[in-house]
Nanobody, 114 residues
Framework: QVPLVESGGGLAQPGGSLRLSCVGS????????MSWARQVRGKGLEWVAG????????YYADSVKGRFTISRDNANNTLYLQLNSLKPEDTALYYC???????WGQGIQVAVSS
């Protein structure tokens, strides 16, 4: 059983938007601070955003600050990442994970191209 399953990726144009979702199963997502990370093909993993268990605080990498928004719905065991003002350099495989990396999703591809 995959503990986290991402959805919502795909192809977007520069300046466009996507919304990623991540549904947890087999554990209570609300018990964990959560994060999103991404990996460009051939490069290392880059942390993108994080959120407290309650959702009260959020953190972002400088590369996405002001463009991406992380949020969560603990009642529905779901984590979100809203991607706005997309750039070609945002093209990557996006992963959701618990903050301390106990749980990971399989990743979902986001491609930004005209």
């Amino acid at each position: 059983q995959v503990p986290l399953v991402e959805s919502g990726g795909g192809l977007a144009q520069p300046g466009g938007s996507l919304r990623l979702s991540c549904v947890g199963s087999g554990f209570s997502l609300g018990d964990y601070a959560m994060s999103w990370a991404r990996q460009v093909r051939g490069k290392g993993l880059e942390w993108v955003a994080g959120i407290y268990r309650s959702g009260a605080k959020t953190y972002y990498a400088d590369s996405v600050k002001g463009r991406f928004t992380i949020s969560r719905d603990n009642a529905n065991n779901t984590l979100y990442l809203q991607l706005n003002s997309l750039k070609p350099e945002d093209t990557a495989l996006y992963y959701c994970a618990s903050w301390s990396a106990e749980y990971w999703g399989q990743g979902i591809q986001v491609a930004v191209s005209s």
